[in-house]
């Protein structure tokens, strides 16, 4: 069959558009190359160049797949792990050139005057404007009004800080050349100068020698701040509620919270990670308030800078004068100028904070010369806010809303814990921990072994008392007291940097009343959930959220909302916290259990039953949404995944998580963080205060059609998946999950048990497996069964599923993905994996199952979106396709042949690192792949 994204008119318009983006990757791959010939040597030059050329062959029918494959198993290792790296940087550089050529289309749009596109937070204002919501809609949407990235860990993003720094220089030099008129001699001396750091780059390991450590983890997830978020999240907040305060003063008070607010998981999810304890905790804490305050001691630095005006030329408000006054001695010298006296007070009380909060300075620090700290962030927002009105009152508004205007959003946004580290657990881990505290206080001795409403009676009766079940010399497994540990050193970090430093507790394979009450229990041994009194009701200021993810607990997910509610003890609880609830489903596991397209329906319903349990029990629901990069674990376009949201489901508030490649792709560089930021927030408005569903009345019949197909589609998943004999031996031997774990790829192990069961691997090397192996199987098994069921070439039925992909937002996101994913996939390349499975007859079942499952997805996705290009209506991807995948093809056959050779027992340091290298360079590639 053709591939039909790889028919690419040459006079078609968008490829004179993108001419551009090929002049620059010609130049960086000419510029890569000249380096590899100059650094490794004209044979290794030429094997590049040999693989190069070949991969295009093969994608233009020239020659068999197969005389490639050949070439390569003859490649020694020692000659290998240079074309592996030559591919890989190339790929990098591969996606700089796509990023900025996305700048360079989106400026020519704006400035040939045209209306600003979808996913825009122009757009957004646009819809809004012409088709106003009510009052009362927007201002219950803007209570709570909230967009938080939440940054997780991924084993495949785990890129060093020189490469990640190379990649912002090259960046830089890029659109220098790009946007500035240059003569010859300039330019020559700029590509001279991206010839240096492509060098650099070259000579720079992509990867590390050990296991990623979780603290490397952490400072990855910092560096994003540092690169893009500090600046860019401030700026876009103060942009977002400007604009709503013009439309809707009423609905937006003075007081409320800035919209964006980033999270992390990074450091506290040691859901399946032994590696994280109480002194991980406190560390990931320490650096994120370490990062913050930093930031802010280099912007009064800057300030200082900006606002040196002088006493002999403006007035002052009282406020700024007595700041000035109580600077230290070494502002003497500026007492001419009274803003610059006054952030030196600034500058000596900050520093003193980090004296207080961390035990020693950071950097831009001054001597505090005995100025107290701030207590809060609060505090210190007094004091910007009077240079604020100072400058406002004395002919200095302009400069009000500069640099001090963006600083007291940041400090407003980030406080001084920068980001909110949710904690995350299994609820069978919390069953322990509570049985062996109730045993060891002879309150149950087997409290696991209780009926599920005994439980409940129990929980609540413990939580009811301020009695503690834990004595001085009381004795625990080592789970149980690292769990301890853990949340005493939360309620530490609590007390010193506030609720937002650590707001929720998420419980994973969360199932029933017990399993959120146990949480509270021990929350309350660690001082942080507060019984009460007759008088007084309970406190916690901690979130308990349940995660529901496997598709029956995702259909069970509002009963056990509801029945948790009716525990009059939990419903004090939320009611405390102004009656928001916030739920966490988790598109991974739901998924590796039913597939894509029953995982997706059963999301969709449970989100319908949850908006209509809150509406039941008077509660606001805030649902955070546990994506993955890539479509089999939830991934794809933000701003239409959220606009296929079921009504109701957004209401002003959004949680996401941020993880792999993705983060990189989105926040590696500020403007396409702003970007990034921008879609959310613009289709976050979007989906609360517009109808953008579009079932109306029809919406029960849908939902019954999409209940039958998801079944269908789960039914057929599961027989390949589940229920054919030697499965896991094939999907074990044709894709790379046991190197996964074997390399030190991460800082978790790829399985919560030590098992080789489906259930047990975590989600992300099961996706990531796929991907690598190029089958995608997450994202697409299943589908064409349940359509080619159900519709077959019945044409009104078809019709059917047309017209809906043409009207609702959730089915052309699906079928949108879908076709994104088999796009990517290529079984002609599975094949080679496949050729690693030795068992002859479960090769030739499983691989004949995928492959007659993929035409027939093919198929079905044609007959309902009338094309056979599955990239239609996503040029970008296309353009991205047709450029950079010949450029895979050799890191797949290589990683093949390295795979071959370790498992046959070259386990050698070179071959683990070409498989790591050829791993890290499809996940490059690819962008979405975990």
């Known amino acids: ?54 991969s295009f062959r093969v994608r233009r029918s020239e020659i068999d797949r197969a005389e490639l494959a050949d070439f390569f198993a003859n490649v020694g290792v020692d000659e290998a792990i240079p074309v592996v790296r030559a591919f890989c940087q190339f790929l990098l550089l591969a996606n700089l050139a796509e990023d900025i050529h996305t700048e360079r289309r989106r400026r020519v749009h704006v400035q040939a005057g045209e209306a600003a596109p979808d996913s825009t937070l122009a ?106 978020l500090l600046e860019m999240i401030p700026k876009l907040n103060l942009a977002v509620d400007r604009e709503l305060r013009e439309r809707w003063p009423d609905a937006r008070p003075a007081s409320a919270e800035p919209i964006v607010r980033p999270g992390s998981w990074i450091g506290g999810d040691r859901d399946g990670n032994p590696n994280i304890d109480a002194s991980v905790v406190v560390r990931a804490s320490h650096r994120a308030t370490a990062v913050v305050l930093e930031h802010y001691l280099n912007e009064l630095v800057l300030l200082q800078d900006e606002l040196a005006m002088s006493r002999r030329l403006v007035a002052v408000s009282d406020a700024v004068a007595q700041l000035a006054a109580q600077a230290g001695p070494s502002s003497e010298w500026r007492a001419d100028e009274p803003y610059r006296q006054a952030l030196y007070r600034l500058r000596a009380r900050l520093s003193a904070s980090a ?4 035990g020693g300075p950071v950097e831009h620090s001054s001597d505090p010369e005995g100025a107290p700290p701030y207590a809060t962030p609060e505090e210190f927002l007094v004091d910007l806010d009077a240079l604020d009105a100072s400058l406002r009152e004395h002919h200095g508004t302009m400069l009000a809303d500069g640099r001090l205007a963006v600083l007291r959003e940041a400090v407003a946004t980030f406080g001084f814990h920068l980001q909110s580290l949710d904690l995350r657990q299994n609820s069978e881990v919390h069953e322990q921990v509570v049985a062996e ?7 149950c001795r087997d409290y696991a072994e209780l009926a599920e409403d005994e439980k409940v009676r129990l929980l609540t009766a413990e939580l009811s008392t301020r009695r503690p079940l834990i004595g001085p010399h009381a004795v625990f497994s080592e789970v149980a007291a690292k769990e301890l540990g853990i949340n005493r050193a939360a309620a530490t970090i609590i007390r010193a940097l506030g609720p937002a430093a650590i707001p929720n507790y998420i419980i994973s394979m969360c199932t029933s009343v017990s399993d959120m009450l146990e949480v509270l229990l021990l929350l309350k041994e660690a001082g942080i959930y507060d019984p009460g009194s007759p008088d007084e009701p309970p406190t916690c200021p901690m979130n308990v959220v349940p995660l529901f993810e496997t598709i029956e607990d995702l259909r069970q997910s509002a009963t056990t909302l509801v029945a948790t509610l009716e525990v009059p003890l939990y419903r004090e609880l939320v009611a405390g916290k102004g009656m928001l609830q916030e739920v966490m489903l988790g598109y991974s596991d739901s998924n590796k259990d039913g597939g894509y397209l029953a995982a997706n329906w059963a999301l969709y319903r ?29 991934g794809g376009p933000s701003y239409s995944a959220i606009l296929a949201q079921p009504p109701g489901a957004v209401a002003g508030s959004l949680r996401l998580t941020e993880q792999g490649e993705i983060i990189a792709a989105k926040y590696a560089e500020p403007r396409r963080a702003y970007r990034n930021l921008e879609i959310l927030v613009a289709a976050t408005l979007e989906a ?93 098994y299943g589908v064409g069964t349940a359509f080619e069921e159900w519709a077959g070439d019945d044409p009104a039925k078809l019709g059917k599923l047309r017209e809906l992909n043409e009207r609702w937002p959730f089915f052309r996101a699906v079928l949108s993905n879908l076709a994104q994913v088999l796009a ?20 030739e079942q499983v691989f004949g199952a995928i492959q007659d499952e993929h035409a027939r997805t093919l198929k079905m996705h044609a007959a309902i979106t009338g094309t056979n290009d599955l990239l239609a209506d996503n040029a970008a991807l296309k353009r991205s396709v047709y450029n950079r995948f010949p450029y895979l093809e050799p890191l797949n056959h290589l990683q093949v042949e390295f795979l071959r050779r370790y498992r046959a027992g070259d386990q050698s340091e070179r071959v683990r690192l070409g498989i790591h290298l050829t791993m890290n360079g499809l996940a490059t590639a690819l962008r979405n792949s975990g």
């Open 437 to 443: 505290l109730l045993s060891w206080a002879g309150a």
């Open 123 to 228: 757009a957004t204002w646009r819809k809004l404007d012409e088709t106003p919501p009510e009052a009362e809609r927007v201002a219950a949407a803007l209570v709570g009004a909230l967009v938080a990235p939440v940054i997780t860990a991924h084993p495949t993003e785990t890129r060093r800080r020189s490469v990640f720094e190379a990649q912002g220089r090259i960046t830089e030099l890029m659109r220098y050349l790009d946007r500035t008129a240059l003569d010859e001699s300039e330019r020559e001396e700029t590509v001279a100068e991206l010839r240096r750091h492509v060098t650099a780059l070259w000579q720079t390991a992509i990867t590390r020698l050990s296991r990623v450590r979780i603290q490397d983890e952490i400072e990855m997830g910092l560096r994003y701040y540092q690169a893009s």
């Open 606 to 634: 449970a989100e319908l039953d949850l908006v209509e349990a809150a509406r039941a029990t008077g509660i606001r629901l805030r649902l955070f949404h546990g994506r993955g990069g890539t479509v089999g674990r939830g």
């Open 688 to 780: 609360s205060l517009l109808d953008v569903e579009g079932l109306g009345e029809e919406a029960e019949e849908v939902y019954a059609l999409f209940d039958d197909l998801a079944e269908r589609a789960r039914v057929a998943y599961s027989a390949l998946v589940h229920e054919t004999p030697g499965f896991v031996e094939y999907f074990l031997a044709s894709t790379p999950v046991s190197e996964i774990g074997a390399l030190n790829i991460g800082s978790r192990p790829a399985s919560r048990k030590p098992t080789a069961s489906i259930r047990d691997l975590r989600a992300i090397p099961w996706v990531l497996a796929w991907s690598q192996s190029r089958v995608m199987l997450p994202g697409w």
């Open 824 to 843: 990517k996939s290529d079984l002609g390349l599975a094949a080679r994996y496949a050729e690693l499975v030795p068992d002859v007859s479960v090769r």
């Open 1 to 54: 069959m053709t591939d039909a994204v790889s028919l690419f008119d040459p006079n078609d318009p968008e490829r004179i558009a993108t001419e551009p983006l090929r002049e620059d990757i010609r130049l960086l791959g000419r510029v890569l190359g000249d380096i590899i010939a100059e650094q490794s040597g004209k044979h290794i030059f030429d094997l590049v160049e040999h693989a190069r050329t070949e």
């Open 355 to 358: 004296l207080y909060l961390l």
